[in-house]
């Protein structure tokens, strides 16, 4: 008796589980343009809604600026409404409103529209048109919804309620869920040292600063080995996870240290040449499944798309560098800066549609050339819809953004082992 209480798995269910989120072929292109106006949408709205909101002018935590709060009721209360406004209406557009993303995505754009008509025949907007802030604020409004929306999908995903075109695709294809990693690559790109010309760091200082993430890498491992937790192969090999990439782009980018500069131009190239060894046949290598002994094929997802994400990543810190960084290039007003931002979005967008449809199909397993452009089209895209706060609030950022922005790796890693506990108990 003692003997089949031993043999009997811990997790009796992975089967099945392993199963729900497999052999998924992801969302289109469209409805992905819808979801990820809904989400900057609902925030702009709720900043131009509110009256006496925390300002903020930073896209890092440890800014000198800190929220005026009367009291912790009144913060408490403006937590509730940034929740009610916000929050809860992304989660019932992820799951019970899913067949209604492309409705509600029209509502909120001509909403949007009408607010901005109706604010601009106001004198008070035109005199203070000059007092707009840099574009810092938005890209703090940008990286915490990145965040937002990685938490609900992660805590929403196992159920049946999550539509499950928004999961992770198995090969080709993507759902909202595969932009996660490449939307936080992206958004640590833009504010990092490397786009800030910060390049002091010695590569000795480079390893201490990715111990967490390598600590944290190990510590999935050994958390998901421990209780028989369901891991997708597939996703990115057998050992491998999304920490290991992040603290693999941080180790190249500090040893081949690139001027932000001529950092996109190498990004581009690495990319480049990343897609044409695709395009010869590792594609068909890393889809398939084959694998030997060694750490290498037993990882092979993991470790080739290094490329993709360290390409990613280089272009990124270029764009940073250029729109909020570089004083010496002309066109640094606020307006020239939105222009710009918009531009990007719709360029991506397009060469994300070229790459799909005449290149190679969108695949964040590979993350080769047309899922780097989409990722992109669709930050840009949530990043220009931010900026349109601006025209009304003036930088004001809300109680809920101040909150997941002095927290927000806390945040991630919460949700993350929340979803993990709840599903090895269930």
Same mark, same amino acid.
Request: with cysteine.
């Given at each position: ?189 833009? #504010? ?169 199909? #969108? ?64």
């Amino acid at each position: 008796m003692e003997g089949r209480l031993l043999d009997r798995p811990l997790n009796p269910s992975k089967l099945l589980k392993e199963q729900f989120v497999s052999n998924l072929t992801g969302s289109s292109l469209l409805e992905i343009a819808a979801l990820s106006t809904i989400v900057p949408a609902l925030v702009v709205l709720r900043k131009w809604s509110s009256g006496d909101n925390t300002r903020t002018d930073s896209a890092k935590k440890n800014d000198d600026v800190r929220p005026v709060r009367k009291d912790w009721m009144h913060y408490f209360s403006a937590l509730v409404v940034d929740y009610l406004t916000v929050v809860l209406p992304i989660l019932l557009v992820f799951t019970v409103l899913a067949e209604w993303a492309f409705t509600c995505a029209i509502c909120l754009v001509i909403l949007l529209s009408m607010y901005i008509v109706l604010k601009r025949s106001q004198s008070h907007l035109k005199s203070g048109h000059n007092q707009l802030p840099s574009l810092r604020a938005d890209i703090s409004s940008y990286r915490v919804s990145v965040v937002l929306v990685t938490c609900l999908c992660i805590l929403a995903v196992d159920f049946k309620i999550f539509p499950r075109r928004y999961a992770k695709a198995e090969t080709y294809g993507s759902g909202i869920m595969d932009l996660g990693v490449g939307s936080f690559v992206v958004a640590n790109a833009l #504010v990092s040292r490397q786009a800030r010309n910060i390049t002091s760091m010695s590569f000795k200082a480079a390893l201490s600063s990715i111990s967490p993430l390598v600590f944290l890498g190990f510590a999935r491992i050994i958390s998901t080995s421990g209780v028989d937790y369901q891991v997708h192969i597939g996703e990115y090999g057998v050992h491998w996870n999304f920490f290991f990439t992040l603290a693999a782009i941080s180790i190249l980018t500090s040893v081949v240290r690139i001027h932000p500069k001529y950092c996109g131009l190498v990004g581009l190239l690495i990319l480049a040449g990343y897609q044409i060894w695709l395009s010869f046949g590792l594609n068909e290598y890393l889809v398939s499944d084959e694998r030997n002994a060694d750490i290498f094929s037993q990882n092979k997802e993991g470790i080739y798309s290094i490329l993709g994400y360290w390409g990613m990543f280089l272009i990124g810190v270029s764009l940073g560098y250029y729109l909020f960084v570089d004083n010496s290039s002309k066109g640094k007003s606020r307006n020239n800066q939105v222009v710009k931002v918009w531009v990007l979005a719709a360029s991506f967008w397009i060469l994300a549609i070229i790459f799909d449809s005449y290149v190679e199909r #969108v695949s964040r397993r590979m993350c080769n050339f047309a899922y780097v452009m989409l990722v992109f089209g669709q930050n840009f895209q949530v990043l220009s819809i931010l900026t349109l706060a601006g025209l009304v609030s003036y930088g004001k950022n809300l109680v809920l953004e101040y909150a997941f922005n002095q927290n927000m790796l806390g945040s991630f890693l919460l949700c993350k082992y929340t979803n993990r506990s709840g599903k090895s108990l269930s």
